[in-house]
Structures are given as structure tokens and as C-alpha cells.
């Protein structure tokens, strides 16, 4: 049974840091496209980052250079580094991953499996 657990969500203050972290367990490993997508009240939840099975990254734009995803396969954990954070990062945070072998984009209907999410709030 796969499952997706995340951790590391709070509140902060604008320029602050959170480090928010996603086991995964179900898998023989994460090698695979996984991402990391949020969600703010009254809004589509939508894509932040993702990694591809070799380690490639991607971002979205408004996080570019303050957001950093990475995995530890010995682990089976994902993470997303974030650095300078802004209130409009204020959201409901998800780990997601994709099927072995889908393509790895930033669209909800790449990924099959969905963590139950964890909220981070960063106030002005």
C-alpha cells in the first residue's frame, strides 16, 4: 500500500525558512517523478516543484531561487527546502507522485499517489 506522509509545515515570518519533508513508503523506490504541489484557500492547487527519476529539477516561476526539491533514495524521502519565504506562499503543502514511467510535469493529473498535506503560513 503506497502512502505519502509529510511534515515539516508552520508558521513563520516573511524571510523565514521551513524545511518540509515526505515519506514515502509502498514504493520499491522513489525513483520516479515526484512533486510537490500547494494549495491556497479559495484557489487551485497547483504545482511548485518537481524531480524527475534522474534528479532533474523544475520550479515554478514565482518560487525560482528560493525553493529547492531534492530526494534521499536510500531513504525514501522527498523534501522541499524553503528559503526567503513570502505570505503569498501561505498554503496547504502536498507531496505527490507520479506512476513509474509518466512523463514529469507540473499538471495534478501526472501524479497517482497524494500525501494528506501540510500547512505552512508565513505572516507579513
Known amino acids: 500500500q503506497v502512502q505519502l506522509v509529510e511534515s515539516g509545515g508552520g508558521s513563520v515570518q516573511a524571510g523565514g525558512s521551513l524545511r518540509l519533508s515526505c515519506a514515502a513508503s509502498?514504493?520499491?523506490?522513489?525513483?520516479?517523478?515526484m512533486g510537490w504541489f500547494r494549495q491556497a484557500p479559495g484557489k487551485e492547487r497547483e504545482g511548485v516543484a518537481w524531480?524527475?527519476?534522474?534528479?532533474?529539477?523544475s520550479y515554478t516561476d514565482s518560487v525560482k531561487g528560493r525553493l529547492t526539491i531534492s530526494k534521499d533514495i536510500a531513504t525514501n524521502t522527498l523534501y522541499l527546502q524553503m528559503n526567503s519565504l513570502k505570505p503569498e506562499d501561505t498554503g496547504m503543502y502536498y507531496c505527490?507522485?507520479?506512476?513509474?514511467?509518466?512523463?514529469?510535469?507540473?499538471?495534478?493529473?501526472?501524479?497517482?499517489?497524494w500525501g494528506q498535506g501540510t500547512q505552512v503560513t508565513v505572516s507579513s
Open positions: 505527490a507522485a507520479a506512476s513509474e514511467g509518466a512523463p514529469c510535469l507540473r499538471y495534478k493529473y501526472v501524479y497517482t499517489y
Open positions: 509502498g514504493f520499491t523506490d522513489i525513483r520516479r517523478c
Open positions: 524531480i524527475n527519476s534522474a534528479g532533474g529539477t
